[in-house]
């Protein structure tokens, strides 16, 4: 008998064995890679969510800027209109200056907020707010006009000395 019948169902099995090894790495390989990226995905993910989180913090704060934006805006008007501050220049281009960058930053805002949206769907972010807070912004852009002090002394802020208020304390007090 020829030795050399056996040889090729041999060999055909040895490399059948070998062919099933390489498959098995092959897929061990390709479930990695899934995994890999299945990790990847959820780190993704994750970060998004904790980005998305920290944005709506800075887009809360970002809303109440804006009304002590408006606070501070009504304060400096009454007090150059009740006589109580002198009107400068300086202020009057600080104030707008303050509503012209917080529109320029709503813009910026409303783009990123919109971005972490559609990376994080549970994310709630107040767009009608920053939308009508950004139309009162260009409004009080559109029409500023500087303030201006009371033409009327009533209206004005009457200011006493402290050495009057002891004479007008000492002289009721004599009536009393």
Known sequence: MPPVAHQPS???SQLDQELERIRK???ALEEEEQDAEARAVADYKQRMSE????FAAVFHLFLQVFEAIKV????????????EGAFTAESDT???GLFGLWLVLAQHMQEKGEYYQRHDKGLLLNFG????????AKRTLLHWQSPEQSKSPA???????????DQFREMFAKKN
């Open 51 to 54: 980005k998305a989180a920290q």
């Open 129 to 136: 707010l920053l939308d009508s807070n950004s139309r009162e």
């Open 94 to 96: 600080e104030m707008r």
């Open 10 to 12: 041999q060999k055909a």
């Open 25 to 27: 790495t092959v897929v």
């Open 72 to 83: 501070l805006n009504l304060g400096w008007r009454q007090r150059v209109f009740r006589g």
């Open 155 to 165: 209206l004005r802020t009457f200011v006493v000395a402290d050495e009057k208020v």
